[in-house]
């Protein structure tokens, strides 16, 4: 069977850089077998889903470099999680409860009070039907616990039952099934928890390896337990670590904290963001990766470390910058004629510039500059202005190239007797408005004699 992972969230907001490290660690599992991905979306709860929040978690993805084989819908797919409602029920391991939440709060603790785990007791088990019959007339409408399968012959008996999975990033597990409660399945109203759909998606749609984060490795034993009861073997389980802001904090759809909508129109790069999501708080170290087929290869989810990783935004920022220095021409012409940065000029314009660069939309300020000229004109002391001019009015003659600035300013030097920043400083801020920027060997060429010389003051 080829190897098929997913990627359930759920959309009830914007998925942020700790969702999407899940999201890649399936993607990047996947490409480097040959596999599937599916990504599903875990819409059951109605009232908090919202259309406009899974076409942005599609747009999210897309950006990443992620690609789904196949998307689909939880909330389609009702009749295929009530099939497995009755195979459980006739099975016998679906049981009605009636208790109120107040009455299950009130015996967890009396079983504190004696030393006991608080997990569910199991009396629904020993209600008569005519004791059901009469809650129900009281109004009650059950629950549906999953019974597990933890006892020998007596249900109030459990014994250690011990569940084994070679987790793919933290290795051997083990759970004991007695420490657990019988996990509910079903609410009172109808509606289906995460447990029972997730599972039967998971068998539907041939998943054969689930990652996600650690939070969910306490909830791993009982649904090995519900694919069995459903007559399927379960998959190969990953759990990763959390990432958490620097302060430990975690991250949270509801807050928007660092959404991967809010990163791409901050200018942040998609592979700054996979680079981060993917090596932080594994052995590799943290640097841009350029494409996804190189971060594949660095890739390896035993590799990370059982504790949650912590980062910093500002690492992103650092991330940026080395992309951007570092990328050619091609991979960003289109971006740039999106801007309006196109023609001869284009090409030298971008080797000149994106070493200056915090985001890729910084080249269009540059871009005017070169064009247009300086957004503001300087305002020079007397002293300066006269030197200008006079540094203005021996300017090479074309054709220039990037030996140019220092022919000019050699000369400038000799002429004026000014050296260091007093000779630069003017000239930069004359013909860029700016004190720090590119190479002015390379702006030189780039605006040519006469765009020069209409910057002289």
């Known amino acids: 069977m080829s190897t098929t992972v997913r990627f359930a969230p759920s959309p ?7 969702n999407a490290r899940t999201a890649l660690f399936n993607w990047l599992f996947a490409q480097k077998s040959g596999g599937r991905f599916i990504l599903r979306f875990d819409d059951t709860d109605v009232a908090r889903s919202r259309q406009e929040y899974a076409d942005q978690i599609q747009k999210d993805l897309h950006w990443l470099g992620i690609r789904p084989d196949v998307t689909v819908h939880q909330s ?11 195979k459980l029920k006739a099975a016998g391991v679906l049981y009605p409860c009636y ?5 299950l709060e009130r015996r967890r603790k009396v079983r504190l009070s004696r030393r006991l785990p608080p997990i569910y007791g199991r009396e629904a088990l020993k209600l008569t039907t005519e004791e059901k019959a009469a809650l129900e007339a009281e109004g009650r409408k059950p629950h549906w616990r999953f019974l597990l399968p933890n006892f020998a012959a007596d249900p109030f008996r459990p014994e250690r039952t011990e569940v084994h ?3 793919l990033v933290r290795g051997p597990q083990t759970v004991d099934l007695a420490s657990m409660s019988d996990p509910v399945l ?8 995460y447990t029972l759909p997730s599972v039967t998606d998971d068998i539907e749609l041939g998943v054969t390896h689930i990652i996600r984060g650690d939070d969910h490795v306490t909830n791993t034993g009982a649904q090995i337990a519900l694919f069995r009861a459903l007559g399927a073997e379960p998959p190969v389980f990953g759990h990763h670590n959390l990432l958490t802001a620097a302060s430990g904090e975690g991250l949270s759809k509801r807050s928007g904290s660092l959404s991967i909508k809010g990163l791409r129109e901050d200018g942040i790069e998609p592979m700054a963001v996979a680079s981060l999501a993917v090596l932080i708080g594994t052995s590799e170290s943290v640097s841009a ?6 971060l594949a290869q660095r890739f390896d989810p ?3 470390s059982k504790s949650a990783a912590k980062f910093d935004p500002a690492e992103l ?8 220095h570092a990328m050619p021409y091609a991979e960003a012409c289109d971006r740039l004629a999106e801007m309006g940065i196109a023609g001869d000029r284009a090409a030298p314009f971008w080797l000149a510039v994106r070493g200056n660069l915090e985001r890729l939309d910084d080249a269009a300020g540059w871009w005017r500059i070169v064009t247009q000229g300086p957004e503001m004109k300087p305002d020079f002391s007397d002293e300066d202005r006269a030197f200008l001019r006079a540094a203005f009015d021996d300017l090479p003659p074309e054709p220039w190239d990037n030996m140019t600035w220092k022919v000019w300013t050699d000369r400038v030097k000799e002429l004026t007797g000014r050296k260091g920043r007093a000779l630069f400083m003017p000239l930069r801020l004359a013909l860029t408005g700016r004190e720090s920027g590119p190479e002015l060997a390379d702006l030189l060429p780039l605006l040519g004699r006469e765009e020069t010389l209409a910057r002289r003051p």
């Open 99 to 103: 208790e109120t939440a107040d009455e």
């Open 165 to 167: 999975w070679d987790d």
């Open 289 to 294: 990766v350029r494409s996804m087929t190189e």
């Open 12 to 18: 009830t907001g914007h998925i942020h850089i700790g």
């Open 317 to 324: 920022r650092v991330l940026n910058r080395a992309l951007l």
């Open 76 to 86: 389609a797919r009702f009749a295929t999680y009530d099939a497995a409602v009755e």
């Open 302 to 304: 035993a590799a990370t």
């Open 186 to 193: 079903v609410r009172e109203d109808g509606t289906y928890l």
